[in-house]
């Protein structure tokens, strides 16, 4: 009994034929096959060819003005057309500690590329991400350095490995600070490790670009949860100042029926299940509800073996908040799209069997501009799946201003200065995901830029409450 499906209209689908699941094998050979593949070198030097080394003591190059890091792409461009790999990779990595994971996952598309002088003369832009890749694949080639005692300096906590905290413990080195990074996680990266999809990066060069932090001095302890008030009281005996980079909390949910069902899931487990190589049996057909998460999560079921995967949102395609590059890819590879599509409930006796769906029309504006979706009575149909991801953004961490005296959040994000990352608890500075609610990865790296040139203001003008 408990195995029959139990909506009429599933019967017929589920009796069609499904097609064999893919070897896990060629999934994961399908997962990791990389988006934008190695330059050789040939390759690389033609390309760099094509660069016209814009810019000059006035103005930056277009591409450099647009890219969050403010790598000196003319330079390390130059340096690869000179012969000079590892040059140009020690160029980029001045700017961007982070400048090797940034050349596989920025979306160059819209950021450095989509500046190139090129474009405006009617040819293709520069190919910036694919070069830094190879600049920075040439540097990290070489045997790793030793690591470097801690600086001398005043000593700054980093909680969080992830981009924007690798970014602020690498300037704050620099800046001669001894920062040590907490991280609850065995492994670096955050999100870049465990939530960017594998064909993007799986795991290198993010070991590397560690070790080039220890280099510099930058300490590492994993497997540390800050977990409470007299965790973050820890640090504050033994730090002169604490950067968070905590980024956002788990999965949201669309809070709907169903939700429970095996077949249904939230998109960070998913993605880091993959991540992890422990494939998802998807079945022959996915939907994945929300915006710009959801077209990795849709891509992934395709890879995965689904036969049809379908993006439910619920505006239309303009409203739409994903990268415009990345919705045409994911079209490109057979995802479809169900625009002003709503969720109603999860549906299925052992497991989910369909996505009860209701039709979604444009109203006035709400509080944030875009227009309101309202429902459209009697349009509700089943969509028969046989797995469901919710992609449909992460919750803010907000029992840090709990364990915090002073931290204030405002619409899920912690509120803080945006030129220096400081809060209103002045010991306490923030960037990355916590502080925009979910960006880039170059942007958390900006963020954590910022934060250490502000840790380096408040401890100089004698800061710390220690
Ligand atoms: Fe080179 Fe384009 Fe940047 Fe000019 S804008 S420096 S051509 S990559």
């Not at 994945?288 to 073996?305: F, K, Q």
């Not at 379908?310 to 590059?325: D, K, Q």
Request: proline share 8%; net charge negative; hydrophobic share 40%.
């Amino acid at each position: 009994m408990g195995t029959q499906p139990i909506v009429p209209s599933l019967r017929r689908a589920a009796s069609r034929p499904q097609p064999a699941p893919p070897a896990a094998a060629d999934a994961w050979q399908a997962m990791t096959a990389e988006l934008k593949p190695p330059l050789t070198a040939e390759e690389a030097m033609a390309e760099s060819y094509r660069c016209l080394l814009c810019g000059g003591p006035y103005a930056q190059a277009p591409c450099v003005v647009a890219c969050p890091s403010e790598v000196d792409i003319p330079g390390f461009i130059a340096a690869i057309g000179e012969g000079d790999a590892r040059r140009a990779g020690e160029i980029v990595f001045a700017h961007n500690p982070l400048g090797g994971t940034c050349a596989r996952v920025c979306p160059t598309e819209v950021l450095c590329e989509a500046a190139c002088v090129l474009v405006h003369e009617g040819q293709r832009a520069v190919d910036i991400g694919r070069l830094q890749r190879y600049a920075t694949d040439a540097l990290l080639a070489a045997p790793a350095p030793s690591p470097a005692p801690a600086p001398a300096g005043r000593r700054v906590a980093v909680v969080g490995a992830g981009p924007a905290g690798m970014a602020c413990a690498a300037r704050l080195a620099e800046l001669g600070y001894a920062p040590t990074v907490f991280d609850e996680r065995p492994e670096e990266g955050g999100l870049v490790r465990y939530a960017i999809a594998p064909y993007r990066e799986l795991a290198d060069p993010l070991p590397a670009e560690r070790r080039r932090l220890e280099a510099l001095g930058v300490r590492f302890v994993f497997g540390h949860r800050i977990d409470g008030p007299q965790a973050l009281r820890a640090l504050e005996a033994e730090f002169d100042a604490v950067f968070l980079g905590v980024g956002m909390g788990e999965d949201s949910s669309a809070g709907i029926e169903g939700e429970h069902l095996p077949g249904v899931w939230t998109s960070l487990p998913f993605i880091e299940a993959i991540k992890a190589g422990r494939l998802p049996e998807v079945g022959a057909r996915v939907a994945v509800i929300g915006g710009n998460t959801a077209m990795d999560v849709a891509r992934e079921a395709v890879r995965l073996g689904a036969r049809e995967v379908t993006v439910l949102y619920r505006r239309t395609e303009a409203e739409m908040p994903a990268f415009r590059h990345e919705v045409e890819e994911a079209k490109a590879e057979g995802v479809r799209f169900s625009w002003l599509t709503a969720p109603l409930r999860f549906v299925g006796r052992d497991r989910l069997e369909a996505v009860e769906c209701r039709y979604m029309r444009l109203g006035e504006p709400d509080a944030s501009g875009r227009r309101r979706p309202e429902p459209v009575p009697g349009t509700e149909f089943l969509l028969p799946v046989d797995t469901a991801v919710e992609a449909i953004g992460q919750r803010p961490r907000a029992e840090f201003a709990q364990w915090i005296e002073g931290l204030r959040f405002e619409g899920g994000r912690i509120a803080c200065d945006p030129a220096t990352g400081q809060t209103d608890n002045p010991r306490y500075f923030a960037g990355g995901d916590d502080v925009n609610g979910g960006d880039t990865v170059v942007e958390a790296v900006r963020w954590g830029k910022a934060a250490a040139e502000g840790i380096d203001r408040y401890l100089r003008a004698g800061g710390s409450g220690r």
